[in-house]
């Protein structure tokens, strides 16, 4: 182990440059002098506060799920919306996709990623670690990116807005619980797997970054180590291996992949509108024009770019990543990892409408009335969020860092 005074090691995970993690003021954080990546940050608070709000934000979270998001009255005909009773009702219609798709994102994995947080600050708080402290960081570390609340939030109010004019809508306090949710899960969701790993770090409950040397880090738990003998790291027992992430093969798989999804997703209609007066189809496209005749031009702009900018963008912003892999000078390089962070940061906001579809399929079953059916595009939209984001995570920014760390030094080698 290192002495106490002598600060741990952090690599940036974008470039992989070696810092040591010195301790920050309130609200600061710390820069990559690389890349400009953010490698950590403190806020305010600490960690017995964050405690607290992270039972707070459970307890929200059962508010949320457990009360109907809005009531609405048509002709008599009355319908309670809560978020499991649209997922329900998808699976019922045989939507078993879309269903499993959109619970996942909206309900399991968000619980899943509060009840893990608390469970670990809670460890770390009490100073006493479960047996198995790295599985369950691990599991946190790969399924954070797949909670969406945030999105969640953003169409349930598209979609009472699209809604409004078909029936009398009174907001329930499930609404509530979500907006609050979607503020509390962005806070709590800083304190990621590598975070609550510092945090036990810190307390000296685990070994520390940077004991064993510098060769390699773990990009589960974010040790800085020796290369480990057995491949594993020393200190969450994930694999270590000296190709990190995915080929360049792999992740233009997904990538074409994803762009096959993505014709079917616009081209086929995403839901089936059924009213006294007829049936219509609706596409993504459609969705937006419609918004922007409804007067509702921020939404409009926002499902615009949020469903048809945002894939588009990931899926051009990857391929060009990765035909612009020679290195061109640090400042190209740094450029370049921006473009990714930025990939990464928009990865999940593409699956606004598939939440939306779901959430109207429920808010307008109105028998003999009304009665929306989610389309095929659907399920191919969702495709296409999950393959792009495959991609994005399997794509290793640090390979580019690494070709030009081997030039600047086959030209070192060359002057002397």
């Known amino acids: ?21 010195l301790p920050l003021a309130a609200r600061g954080q710390a820069l990559c002098r690389c890349c400009g990546t953010v490698l950590y940050r403190r806020g305010y608070l600490d960690l017995p506060a964050w405690q607290a709000l992270a039972w707070a934000t459970l307890i929200v979270f059962a508010i949320a799920q457990g009360f109907p998001i809005a009531h609405l009255t048509v002709q008599g005909l009355d319908v309670s919306l809560t978020f499991w009773g649209a997922l329900h009702l ?6 078993y996709g879309v269903s499993v798709l959109t619970g996942m994102a909206g309900f399991w994995m968000p619980l899943l990623q509060i009840t893990l947080t608390l469970w670990i600050m809670q460890a770390v708080t009490r100073r006493r670690l479960p047996p198995d402290f790295g599985r369950i960081l691990r599991w946190l570390d790969h399924l954070a990116p797949w909670s969406m ?12 807005v699209k809604v409004a004019g078909m029936a009398q809508l009174q907001v329930q306090p499930g609404l509530l619980g979500f907006l609050a949710l979607s503020f509390l899960l ?7 797997a590598k975070a609550l790993w510092r945090a036990a770090e810190d307390a000296g409950m685990v070994a520390r970054s940077g004991a064993s040397g510098r060769a390699i880090s773990c990009e589960t738990c974010g040790c ?14 994930a694999k270590v291996l000296p190709m990190r992430r995915g080929s360049p093969a ?30 219509s189809n609706h596409t993504i496209l459609g969705g937006v024009i419609e918004l922007w005749r409804l007067g509702s031009w921020d939404l409009a702009i926002i499902v615009f770019v949020a469903s048809v900018l945002v894939p588009v963008s990931k899926l051009l912003a990857l391929s060009f990543l990765l035909l612009r892999s020679q290195p061109l000078g640090p400042e190209i390089q ?29 808010m307008a079953n109105f028998p003999g009335l009304s009665q929306i059916s989610i389309g095929p595009a659907a399920l191919n939209f969702g495709a296409v969020v999950v393959l792009t984001m495959c991609a994005a995570m399997r794509y290793d920014p640090r390979l580019g860092w690494d070709l030009l760390r081997i030039t600047a030094a086959s030209r070192g080698h060359h002057e002397h």
């Not at 962005?186 to 304190?191: D, E, F, P, V």
């Not at 740094?334 to 429920?362: H, P």
Request: charged share 15%; with cysteine.
């Open 186 to 192: 962005s806070g709590l969701g800083r304190w990621n």
């Open 250 to 279: 792999e992740v233009w798989s997904l990538i074409l992949a994803a762009a096959i999804f993505y014709i079917p997703a616009n081209a086929l209609p995403v839901m089936r509108v059924q009213t006294l007066i007829g049936s």
């Open 334 to 362: 740094r450029q370049r990892t921006k473009l990714y962070a930025v990939v990464e940061f928009i990865g999940q906001w593409s699956m606004l409408d598939v939440f939306v579809v779901v959430l109207m399929a429920a």
């Open 224 to 237: 800085v180590q020796a290369v480990p003998a057995d491949g594993h790291c020393l200190r969450c027992d």
């Open 1 to 21: 182990m290192l002495p106490e005074d002598v600060p741990a090691l952090i690599a940036c995970p974008h470039c992989d440059t070696v810092h040591q993690r």
């Open 149 to 160: 609340a945030s999105v969640l939030v953003l169409a349930i109010l598209v979609a009472i």
């Open 90 to 95: 998808a699976w019922d219609r045989g939507y």
